[in-house]
């Protein structure tokens, strides 16, 4: 099960590039207590079962409505090529992650 930290009612996540004073946790490259993260990123690798980039930063793929077509669902995470993550509320939490109606991880 991949770690992610949460904050209020989302995973923390944070744009831009990367910087000599990102730090790495648990395999994922972080700054300060979020992860770093990019919508253009094309995965490399994965850690934890999340898709990552060259650079190591977390791939995302904007899924506010629907999840993408041909998700599948890794360590319980719905991943489209990167993780379907949404700006919406919370309707449920699932081992801690708070997840959309339709399945995408709150951000």
């Known amino acids: 099960m991949a770690i992610l930290p949460v904050s209020g009612q989302a995973v923390s996540v944070a744009a831009g590039p990367v910087a000599p004073t990102d730090t790495y ?4 490259r972080y700054v300060g207590s979020a ?3 990019t919508l253009s990123g094309v995965p490399a690798a994965y850690v ?3 898709p ?3 650079e190591g930063s977390l791939c995302l793929v904007d899924s506010t409505g629907a999840l993408p077509p041909g998700v599948s669902w890794q ?9 379907c993550v949404t700006g919406g509320s919370p309707s449920a939490w ?3 992650i708070p997840m959309d109606s339709v399945g995408a991880v709150c951000i």
């Open 25 to 28: 946790k648990d395999g994922l």
């Open 35 to 37: 992860v770093r993260a």
């Open 48 to 50: 934890q079962g999340l």
């Open 52 to 54: 990552v980039d060259a």
């Open 75 to 83: 360590n319980g995470f719905p991943i489209a090529g990167a993780l």
């Open 94 to 96: 699932v081992n801690g």
